[in-house]
Each structure stands twice: as structure tokens, then as C-alpha cells.
């Protein structure tokens, strides 16, 4: 199984950006996939998580602002991510549940300049 991550980039201060991560390798759909990111010196964090059967759940640094989303077809989750802030900054990673296995993507940069 490989997940591939795009979309990072540097972003002022009130912009957006969407990441998209695909997800291979597998027959079966996943389970739960999600985002997660790691800012320097602190500890990775789930932002958002999405289910099979679409249910979501946010940060709450991030409601109102993040939407998770996923096309089971394509095994890809997408995060759209508006009014960015600068404490946004961070390495993004994508996460896949297949059944009692969690995979991880490579991460893709995010950085909200003030």
C-alpha cells in the first residue's frame, strides 16, 4: 500500500490551498483516512478524519475553516483549506486504515506566511 500526498505549498495569510492523497495498492476500499500534520518541535496531530460512510471529525483549531473529503472510488481524500493562518505551518500527512493497518504518507509541506 502507498499513499501519495500533493498540494503543499507557501500560502499567505488568509488563502487556501487543497492537498490530495491517493492511496494504492489495495483491492479493498479503506476504512478510515485522514490528515494529520507536524509542526517543527511539536508532537503530528490529526486535523481531520473521514469514514468509510463519509462521517467526519475536525480539530477544533481547524472547524470552520478545513473540509475533509474522499472519492471511494479513487481511494483518494482531499482537504480543502481556507482563511490559512500562520500557525497552519506545518508538514501534512496523510493516513489510510485497511482493516488493523494504518499507512502513512510522505507528508507535503504547508507554510502560511504572515
Known amino acids: 500500500v502507498q499513499l501519495q500526498a500533493s498540494g503543499g505549498g507557501l500560502v499567505q495569510a488568509g488563502g487556501s490551498l487543497r492537498l490530495s492523497c491517493a492511496a494504492s495498492g489495495s483491492r479493498y476500499s479503506f476504512n478510515d483516512m485522514g490528515w494529520y500534520r507536524q509542526a517543527p518541535g511539536k508532537q503530528r496531530d490529526m486535523v481531520a478524519q473521514i469514514s468509510s460512510g463519509g462521517g467526519t471529525n475536525y480539530a477544533d483549531s481547524v472547524k470552520g475553516r478545513f473540509t475533509i473529503s474522499r472519492d471511494n472510488a479513487k481511494n483518494t481524500v482531499y482537504l480543502q483549506m481556507n482563511s490559512l493562518k500562520p500557525e497552519d505551518t506545518a508538514i501534512y500527512y496523510c493516513?489510510?486504515?485497511?482493516?488493523?493497518?494504518?499507512?502513512w504518507g510522505q507528508g507535503t509541506q504547508v507554510t502560511v506566511s504572515s
Open positions: 493516513r489510510a486504515q485497511l482493516w488493523n493497518q494504518y499507512y
